[in-house]
């Protein structure tokens, strides 16, 4: 099945700094899926692409998905507290990346 | 939004014995149903895929007759984990999609956290 590869594992910011969080996949993905758990929860969903370098934003938060589909970013401007958890990445065959942590320092 | 529940939240058991996790879609109907593994600070691992009526497709490396898994109705799956031992201990979540499609949206339930004494 098709693996997405995640990284970085770990982000701390200071509260007001940007966080982006990368997927990448050796193969064309059909669509990725973005989902965030908070400490202690369980994964919420943010956001699915399909389209070839589709960009949506919800808010603060900026999803690309790369021309060739085997890339896709998460971004966040200027974090704050409650942007604190592990955002996933997950490809069509619903196998999740590993995971980025970030955590925001006030 | 689409609402799902797990039961237990979390259940403690002897080793050998048997446990079972319940996962229900409470206001959609779920034709497929994740389940997944979780250790504390990793990512989730994905165990089977559960279709309505039709056997589990497990990943690779998951024993199928030890994690039996049922999805007998478009509302409902279950996971047994049967003759557990310290190593099963973990966090069990299960998702669920609303058609076959893939891609569709997966809600995930909140959780049980099995312990094996």
């Known amino acids: 099945g098709q693996q997405v590869m995640q990284i970085p594992q770990y982000q701390h910011v200071q509260e007001g700094e940007d966080f982006t969080t990368y997927c990448n996949s050796s193969?064309?993905?059909?669509?990725i899926q973005w989902y965030k758990q908070r400490p202690g929860g369980h994964p919420v969903f943010l956001i699915q692409l399909v389209k070839s370098g589709e960009v949506k934003k919800q808010k603060r938060l900026t999803f690309q998905f790369g021309e060739a589909k085997k890339n896709s970013s998460l971004h966040i401007t200027a974090t704050q507290t409650t942007d604190v958890g592990t955002y996933f990445c997950a490809g069509p065959s619903m196998r999740f990346g590993a995971g980025t942590r970030l955590t925001v320092k006030p | 939004g689409a609402v799902v529940s797990q039961h237990p939240s979390w259940v403690i058991c002897k080793s050998g014995t048997s446990v079972k996790i319940e996962c229900r879609s409470l206001d959609f109907q779920a034709t497929t149903m994740f389940w997944y593994r979780q250790f504390p600070k990793q990512s989730l691992m994905l165990m089977a895929t559960s279709n309505e009526g039709s056997k589990a497709t497990y990943e690779q490396g998951v024993e199928k007759d030890k994690f039996l898994i049922n999805h007998a109705s478009l509302t409902l799956s279950t996971l047994t984990v049967t003759s557990a031992h310290p190593e099963d201990s973990s966090f069990y979540i299960c998702?669920?999609?609303?058609?076959?499609?893939?891609?569709?949206?997966?809600?995930f339930g909140p959780g049980t956290r099995l312990t094996v004494l």
């Open positions: 193969t064309t993905l059909s669509n």
């Open positions: 998702s669920a999609a609303g058609s076959m499609h893939v891609g569709d949206t997966q809600y």
